[in-house]
């Protein structure tokens, strides 16, 4: 019953932006610690962002500390990832993830949505 669903993913050239969205259904958003992952083809899984439920305090990877910013509208159940100044490296599935306890940018979250693909070529 609990599920989220990314998007906004798609293709841009280097230099451009992307805004991904992450939304909850069916449980109570405004609790969730939540995180935004990547995987790149031959790739581990790896953090990107992450906001708690308080504050809200926010963390990034090194590779995307001041491009990326994550923010949080619970009234609309919605997290969003906002892509500045994007790379080819950045090409990957977009996944974003839910728990209950902070976990910062380590992979063992609760709920997982299925992923956007971000595509950043010429």
């Known amino acids: 019953q609990l599920q989220l669903a990314e998007s906004g993913g798609g293709l841009v050239q280097p230099g451009g932006s992307l805004r991904l969205s992450c939304t909850a259904s069916?449980?109570?958003?405004?609790?969730?610690?939540i995180a935004w992952f990547r995987q790149a083809p031959g790739k581990e899984r790896e953090g990107v962002s992450c906001?708690?439920?308080?504050?809200?305090?926010?963390n990034y990877a090194d590779a995307v500390k001041g491009r990326f910013t994550i923010s949080r509208e619970d009234a609309k159940n919605t997290v969003y990832l906002q892509m500045n100044s994007l790379k080819r490296e950045d090409t990957a599935v977009y996944y974003c993830?839910?728990?209950?306890?902070?976990?910062?940018?380590?992979?063992?979250?609760?709920?997982w949505g299925k992923g956007t693909q971000v595509t950043v070529s010429s």
């Open positions: 906001i708690s439920t308080i504050g809200p305090r926010t």
């Open positions: 993830a839910a728990d209950r306890v902070d976990k910062l940018l380590y992979t063992m979250y609760d709920y």
């Open positions: 069916g449980f109570n958003f405004d609790v969730y610690y």
